[in-house]
């Protein structure tokens, strides 16, 4: 298994915590080409949801969160998982259908849950981890564990019923939980213009009576300063925050998605603004790592991927037979 190490703080407060950050956005990115590359050999089957373009956002949110704070997560969760701590084995095996997987290989790409780190399941149905978020905030307010909730989701469960239902309870309980909208400006093939009539869709907060804020969501140090500020507000009993974190997948919607949407003008724009050659920008500017270092860390992160992979295809796949038992636990009396 590839244990992973969990850090929080701000990810330029020592060259520590830079150099960590800038592992886990190449742990994401590494991650989600290997998947790419085994669904694209006929080794994974059912579908497949990238974030790549996108690791500033989950990295930073999750520098802000201890062990003991959750997270719901959504189609397009590997990232999540990844910042939360995840075992990258045990993730590749998941998705390759094999026992040792988080979910025994029957949850695949979209169902990944890891109650250790706090990460209470990616979700298939848009919107679909709101609710579940706030349900935890509510528990944890109830069981005074002083921790928080964030709910990651995309542009599009932001028009969904669950959310509104959702930001509503948690505001007038003051439930500790962060509601983090990762607008990539498309939900599936339409365009945040066309399903919108607000600039930032942070304003949506401003109904619901809580805090609301747009962010660079390709700036991990903005992510982190604006998940900080919502976990301090949260834990203090001030109740939820709305974060906007704009960002951009590279990838299509899913792996059947053409891209005809969209132009390559476009999506070449939002790679010159690449998150992770960003933060390596800033680290080298300010002389926080050298370029052989950050190499390092680059092949470091490469190195552990490919380790996961190898571990996981040739792990025991997951059988018909054992459905009932990876599904319901026996409790004896």
């Given at each position: 298994m590839t244990t992973l190490e969990l850090m929080t703080g701000h990810p330029l407060s020592s060259p520590e915590h830079a150099k960590y950050a800038y592992l886990y956005m190449n742990r994401i990115r590494k991650f989600e080409e290997a998947v790419e590359d085994l669904f694209g050999r006929g080794m994974m089957h059912g579908t497949m949801h990238l974030s790549i373009g996108q690791e500033a956002s989950p990295t930073g949110v999750c520098l802000a969160l201890n062990i003991n704070d959750q997270i719901t997560s959504t189609h397009r969760g590997h990232g999540h998982c990844i910042a939360k701590g995840a075992d990258l084995t045990r993730m590749i095996a998941e998705l390759l259908g094999k026992e040792i997987g988080y979910c025994g290989g029957r949850g695949g790409s979209m169902h990944i849950a890891d109650v250790e780190t706090g990460n209470l399941g990616a979700n298939g149905v848009v919107g679909g981890g709101i609710p579940i978020a706030v349900g935890a905030a509510l528990a944890s307010k109830m069981m005074a564990k002083g921790t928080v909730v964030v709910s990651f989701f995309g542009d599009g469960a932001l028009n969904e019923?669950?959310?509104?239902e959702a930001a509503n309870m948690a505001a007038i309980w003051k439930l500790?939980?962060?509601?983090?909208?990762?607008?990539?400006k498309y939900g599936m093939s339409s365009s945040t213009a066309k399903a919108f009539a607000l600039e930032n869709l942070s304003d949506r907060a401003k109904g619901y009576g809580f805090p609301g804020v747009t962010i660079d969501g390709n700036d991990v140090v903005a992510v982190y300063e604006a998940?900080?500020?919502a976990v301090n507000r949260a834990k203090a009993g001030e109740g939820p925050t709305l974060i906007e974190a704009q960002t951009y997948r590279w990838k299509g919607h899913s792996r059947s998605d053409k891209?005809?949407?969209?132009?390559?003008e476009e999506i070449e724009e939002w790679k010159a603004v690449d998150p992770i050659v960003r933060f390596k920008n800033v680290l080298l500017e300010r002389n926080i790592a050298s370029a052989e270092e950050l190499a390092e860390i680059e092949k470091r992160a490469t190195?552990?991927?490919?380790?996961?992979v190898n571990?996981?295809?040739?792990a025991t796949p997951a059988t018909p037979e054992g459905l009932v038992e990876a599904v319901f636990k026996k409790v004896s009396a």
């Open positions: 019923g669950a959310f509104h500790p939980v962060i509601f983090v909208c990762e607008n990539n998940t900080q500020a891209n005809l949407y969209r132009t390559k190195d552990q991927v490919i380790e996961a571990v996981a295809v040739k």
